[in-house]
């Protein structure tokens, strides 16, 4: 029996819903999504597996159109990294984006041989009448898709067409990863990555964005003859005044944080934990390359 596989990466601009269209294809709740801009910092592969066919999915960030810090331009690169090994590229926008390309990406997406390109145009559940359509037929006009489909990654509306498509366009090929595996990341960073979700929820304007979360002890043992696992990590951030902000007045603000990050943990392992959160400050790691470095930014 022939067997397909082939790497899917997903494209767009902050907070069109790619993390949340990743979370639907797959069918897990693998990657971070909230409703603040990028959210998502690292490219994150996603596999689904069936017995003849896996897909990679390429989870990126947001391309950023003028980045402020180093942080900002490794982001866009590995944004951009998706042009180099695509087998089909799925470019995500949604109904409140201005139909057009700006020249980087139009030039990148015409130099591309033989890689389909999809269009997804996100959120039409929250769509005007009528909208939705004159959308669909103004983005046809802007670039030669081979496809332009209308999606709610929310609320799935349309997301089981684009896995059938993606399944149609997947080259012959041997699996590139064991069909046992979810993703290439270890799992620290998908802890790390849900602590920090947390603090995207609770905490405002700049503070989220100079966060960095570090897994520091990751010990998995048994208590009372069942699994138990104790984790340590630790929130960089940028400035004092931003510590005094996450640890709030007498330690309420990183306790609230702390139990919100346990349920969250907990509920991906399967099993109870011991969560100790630290602040420290390490100022301007957001321009630092050793920093950056240290902190998977590479």
Same mark, same amino acid.
């Given at each position: 029996?022939s067997?397909?596989?082939?790497?899917? +990466?997903?494209?767009?601009?902050?907070?069109?819903?790619? !993390?949340?269209?990743?979370?639907?294809?797959?069918?897990?709740?693998?990657?971070?999504?909230?409703?603040?801009?990028?959210t998502?910092?690292?490219?994150?592969?996603g596999?689904?597996?069936?017995? =003849?066919? @896996?897909?990679?999915? !390429?989870?990126?960030?947001?391309?950023?159109?003028?980045?402020?810090?180093?942080?900002?331009?490794?982001? +866009?690169?590995?944004?951009f990294?998706v042009?180099? #090994?695509?087998?089909?590229l799925?470019?995500?926008?949604?109904?409140?984006e201005?139909p057009?390309l =700006? =020249?980087?990406?139009?030039?990148?997406?015409?130099?591309?041989? #033989?890689v389909?390109?999809?269009?997804?145009?996100?959120?039409?559940?929250?769509?005007?009448e009528?909208?939705a359509?004159q959308?669909?037929?103004?983005?046809?006009?802007?670039f030669?898709?081979?496809?332009?489909?209308?999606?709610?990654?929310?609320?799935?509306?349309?997301? !089981?067409?684009?896995?059938? =498509?993606?399944?149609?366009?997947l080259?012959?090929?041997?699996?590139?990863?064991?069909?046992?595996e979810?993703?290439?990341?270890?799992?620290?960073?998908f802890?790390s990555?849900?602590?920090?979700?947390?603090?995207?929820? @609770?905490?405002?304007?700049e503070?989220?964005?100079?966060?960095?979360?570090?897994?520091?002890?990751?010990k998995?043992e048994?208590?009372?003859?069942?699994?138990?696992?104790?984790?340590?990590?630790?929130?960089?951030?940028?400035?004092?005044?931003q510590?005094?902000?996450?640890?709030?007045?007498?330690?309420?603000?990183?306790?609230?944080?702390?139990?919100?990050s346990?349920? !969250?943990?907990q509920e991906?392992?399967?099993?109870?934990?011991?969560?100790?959160?630290?602040?420290?400050?390490?100022?301007?790691?957001r321009?630092?390359?050793?920093?950056?470095?240290?902190?998977?930014?590479?």
């Open positions: 029996m067997h397909r596989a082939g790497f899917v +990466n997903i494209l767009g601009r902050p907070n069109v819903g790619k !993390s949340t269209l990743l979370n639907a294809l797959m069918g897990e709740r693998l990657v971070i999504a909230t409703s603040k801009p990028q998502t910092r690292h490219r994150i592969f596999i689904y597996n069936e017995d =003849d066919y @896996q897909i990679v999915f !390429s989870d990126t960030p947001g391309i950023i159109t003028e980045p402020k810090y180093n942080m900002q331009k490794v982001m +866009n690169r590995w944004a990294s042009f180099e #090994d695509a087998d089909l799925l470019l995500m926008v949604d109904i409140y201005d057009g =700006d =020249d980087q990406l139009e030039g990148k997406m015409r130099k591309l041989k #033989d389909p390109i999809h269009l997804l145009i996100n959120k039409v559940d929250q769509a005007k009528g909208q359509e959308l669909h037929q103004a983005w046809s006009e802007v030669d898709f081979d496809k332009v489909q209308l999606i709610s990654a929310l609320h799935e509306d349309g997301v !089981s067409d684009v896995h059938e =498509d993606i399944i149609e366009c080259p012959e090929s041997p699996p590139y990863f064991p069909k046992d979810l993703s290439d990341r270890p799992m620290r960073f802890i990555e849900m602590i920090r979700e947390k603090i995207l929820e @609770q905490y405002s304007k503070v989220p964005y100079s966060c960095q979360v570090v897994i520091e002890n990751f998995q048994e208590k009372d003859g069942k699994q138990f696992t104790r984790i340590e990590a630790i929130i960089y951030v940028n400035r004092k005044t510590k005094a902000i996450i640890i709030g007045k007498g330690g309420q603000a990183i306790k609230k944080l702390g139990i919100a346990r349920e !969250s943990i991906f392992l399967g099993h109870q934990i011991f969560l100790q959160l630290y602040v420290k400050v390490r100022d301007g790691w321009d630092d390359e050793t920093k950056l470095r240290r902190f998977g930014y590479s």
